[in-house]
């Protein structure tokens, strides 16, 4: 079974602080990991993608992969009040028949942030 | 560019009615996908086509079908609507040679 999981929160921070989202995964194969946000109501938008393992940085985020332990996670250093949202971790698992998967993403149940002023 | 557009916002059904959800994307990407979200699961993927002419099952299939009708439109039925179907749909593309999946508005179903 593929399955994506996330630190199940809800995770609540001071404004400033940073924010840490953890997420773990089945399958060493994986090869793409994605961090989704979604403000309630709407539809998820992508804000980091890594496929090397380290550190990939972007603004006051930076997401961390690490193969070997099947973890990725994502940092928000500086977190604003407009960062409360549901993250989700995302990942394309590779296909059972060893051709494309296509992009299919397989989604954790998403991590709910509330960054209190 | 719309980008990702998809009707209607909110719909509710009676058990055993149909409908369709309409999905259309301006990107000229060539793969599109549906999926489900239902509190607490985070998104599951119903169908998805990797390019216009094909489609194939995801992770949650039963009581639905898609039609991929031209490279634009990818348009998800239920034949016999269902409780359990009660969720919000989004519909998403992604450039064949590309990562990232824009994720259209999503629309509200309840089935009562």
């Known amino acids: ?11 609540s921070v001071p404004e400033g602080a940073i924010a840490s989202l953890n997420c773990t995964y089945s399958d060493r194969g994986s090869q793409s ?17 890594i496929y090397s393992n380290g ?21 928000i250093r500086d977190s604003q009040p407009s960062d409360s949202a549901t993250y989700l971790c995302a990942v394309v698992f ?12 397989t989604f954790g149940q998403g991590t709910i942030l509330t960054v209190h002023p | ?25 301006d990107m000229n990407h060539n793969s599109m996908y ?5 509190p607490g699961m985070g998104l599951r993927l119903i169908y998805y086509s990797a390019s216009e002419g094909t489609t194939d099952k995801g ?5 639905y079908n898609v039609s991929r009708l031209n490279k634009r439109e990818f348009s998800l039925r239920l034949e016999s609507a269902a409780p359990s179907q009660t969720s919000v749909y989004f519909c998403a593309s992604r450039q064949t040679s590309g ?14």
């Open chain 1, 1 to 11: 079974q593929k399955e994506v999981e996330q630190n199940s929160g809800p995770l």
């Open chain 1, 33 to 49: 990991f994605f961090w989704y946000r979604q403000y309630s109501g709407k539809s998820p938008e992508l804000i980091m993608f």
């Open chain 1, 55 to 75: 550190d990939k940085e972007d603004g006051r985020f930076t997401a961390q992969l690490n193969k070997a332990s099947q973890y990725v996670s994502l940092l």
């Open chain 1, 94 to 105: 590779p296909s059972n028949a060893g051709g494309t998967s296509y992009g299919k993403l």
């Open chain 2, 1 to 25: 560019n719309a980008g990702v557009t998809q009707t209607p916002k909110f719909q509710v059904l009676k058990t055993g009615q149909s409908m369709t959800l309409q999905c259309a994307q």
């Open chain 2, 34 to 38: 549906w999926y489900r979200q239902d």
């Open chain 2, 59 to 63: 992770e949650v299939p039963n009581g």
């Open chain 2, 99 to 112: 990562d990232e999946q824009f994720f259209g508005p999503g629309t509200r179903l309840t089935v009562l």
